[in-house]
């Protein structure tokens, strides 16, 4: 809605509200004030306007009108506090204008124990709130038989805003682990509010980070058995880093502020031997970690690094890093003893390899 659209609007209002005032038992005066309170975002004043409505249908004898508004009126009661009793970052640190916005033709759904909200792969434009039970966020990676469960859903998190902003399928399934309550906000409410509301696209946004650098947490086999707080930590410190393809990562002899877990793209190893001959290794895919070892033995990377096509790299600090393996010895062993045979691999590889 555009400066001039509002502006006839808040005149129109301004006349409904004298007209209603004038003759208050007259109820059309009473109901188009309503409709203009409601398209100018003023829901709190119209459910109190609906109130005085409903008596005056009951007074003229129209019981069913009567009904029918004081349905809508709670329905539109119920989302806003649904909305302003949840403790997400994305809904507190937004506009209460910008909540009432999303909140009109919002859909509450419910879900029994077991129901499936999203589908992995399915097209769905909306965004879930959850306003009260828990979700399970289930992802089926490449190399893995049964999906993994990433995240656990609670009261005020928000759901499907990755597909949303990207425009892609869903990128994981969504299940009900208990009875559940969900709200569905429409896709046109949703682009009317990131337009009048600039700063509810930015927490859109923090919000698909977040959830994505847990993703590619999980994708690692290593690192997807840390407890969920260790994951949540090191996704909360984690950046995103886009490499064009062909770009250097990392000259050797070199330490690294940061281990990282390729989320896309490819990454080549050029290694030196003791003959200062130059090896291609094996590259780094997806789920793979890069300069973990190194950075736990705070030491520099012993090889070069160059992309070979566009790729990403969820890069999480050292120091973050060493932390979450002290707090857990037995994930940090297991890495220490995974890294072993990849370097025992890679000198048979090196040898097997000699022109």
Known sequence: MDKTQTKELEHKEVLYRQMADLYPTEPEYLRRLIELLLQLDKEQEAVNKMRQLEKLYQKHGLKDVAKSLKDLRQNISDNTDDLNATL????????????HMLMRGAKRIQLSEGETLIKQGDHD???????????????LYRKRKSPTMIHMLKEGEIVGEIAFLEGSVRNASIIANTNASVLKLMHKRILQCLLKFPEVGDSLRHESEFRKQLTAINGNRMLTMLPDEAKDHLAVHAKTIHYP???????????????????SGLVRIVAEDRLGQSHLLEP????????????LREEAIAADMITVNDSVILQIPVEIFREVM????RIKNRLIESAAERIAHTM???QNNKS
Request: glycine fraction near 8%; charge should be negative; hydrophobic fraction near 50%.
């Open 326 to 329: 002290d707090a857990n010895p």
């Open 125 to 139: 434009d909306g965004i879930y709130i959850v306003l009260g039970g828990e979700l399970a966020v289930l992802v």
């Open 88 to 99: 997400n970052p994305f809904l507190s640190n937004i506009k209460p204008e910008a909540l």
């Open 245 to 263: 393809a062909f770009s250097v990562i990392s000259r050797s002899k070199k330490n690294l502020p940061w281990m990282g877990i390729m989320i």
């Open 284 to 295: 780094i895919k997806s789920g793979d970690t890069i300069a973990d070892i190194a950075a």
């Open 348 to 350: 048979v590889f090196i």
